[in-house]
């Protein structure tokens, strides 16, 4: 099947010139509604968690059994699960969330595939504009948890460090289940970025590292009710 052009690669494009007079002014109309569409479909939505991971993880596997057990344990905790709706990790968390009776959303993108969202998604939404997408996850959740992965789920965890630094947001607990495969990415921040000085051993410290699916959940909800003593 030849890859679809899709709509954040047109808005990308820089090459071609011609279309940012004509094309992109009306672009804006697309990516408005896409915002109208989610704050809309989302708003009623209670207390939730977003749950990251790699889009590559089979069924079946320690990483995806673990993932149905985080959708499991927030589901059990009352909190809804947010994920971007594909394969691998995301399946897996919709899947423990709506299999234990939860809350189970994904917010699914445009990719070059066709692929829609995976089978365990009772609220499904599908976005053109990732970073649209991107303040859904972060407007809905009041934390991430953030499994094994690659690039897709560095974008979702950096991104929501650089938020929690810059105080854009407040109180949100970030957490990485695995310690192994987090492990070297840890060290490395504080032996190398925290000894350059290009981060506090604050911002470092915010994370928590683990493999205890209990501790994950007890850690979100600790800091669910941080916010709700400071309200
Ligand atoms: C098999 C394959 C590549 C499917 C791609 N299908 C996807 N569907 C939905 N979200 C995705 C997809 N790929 C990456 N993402 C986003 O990036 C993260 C995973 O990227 P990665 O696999 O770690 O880098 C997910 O949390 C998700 O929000």
Do not use: C
């Not at 010139?17 to 209670?46: M, P």
């Not at 607990?173 to 921040?189: A, C, F, I, N, Q």
Request: proline share 2%; net charge negative; glycine share 12%.
């Amino acid at each position: 099947m030849k890859p679809r052009v899709t709509a954040d690669q047109h808005l990308l494009d820089s090459q071609r010139r011609s279309e940012w007079k004509q094309k992109d002014a009306w672009r804006t109309l697309r990516i408005l509604s896409e915002f109208v569409d989610g704050f809309d479909t989302l708003s009623d939505v209670g207390s939730a968690v977003a749950v990251f991971g790699s889009a590559r993880t089979k069924q079946g596997s320690e990483g995806y059994l673990l993932a149905e057990r985080v959708g499991a344990a927030l589901a059990a905790e009352g909190y809804a699960v947010i994920t971007g709706g594909g394969p691998g990790v995301m399946e897996a968390a919709n899947k423990g969330a709506s299999e234990a009776g939860g809350e189970s959303i994904g917010l699914g993108i445009e990719l070059p595939f066709e692929q829609g969202v995976n089978d365990y998604v009772d609220i499904g939404l599908d976005f053109r504009y990732f970073f649209v997408r991107k303040t859904m996850f972060v407007k809905y959740a009041q934390a991430f948890i953030v499994l094994p992965g690659g690039f897709g789920t560095m974008d979702e965890l950096f991104e929501a460090l650089t938020l929690v630094q810059t105080k854009k947001v407040t109180q949100f607990p970030v957490v990485l289940m695995g310690t192994e495969y987090w492990g070297g990415l840890v060290d490395w921040m504080r032996d190398r970025m925290l000894e350059d000085g290009m981060v506090n051993a604050q911002d470092i410290d915010m994370l928590l590292v683990t493999d205890d699916v209990t501790e994950a959940v007890a850690h979100v909800v600790k800091g669910a009710a941080a916010v709700k003593d400071a309200d």
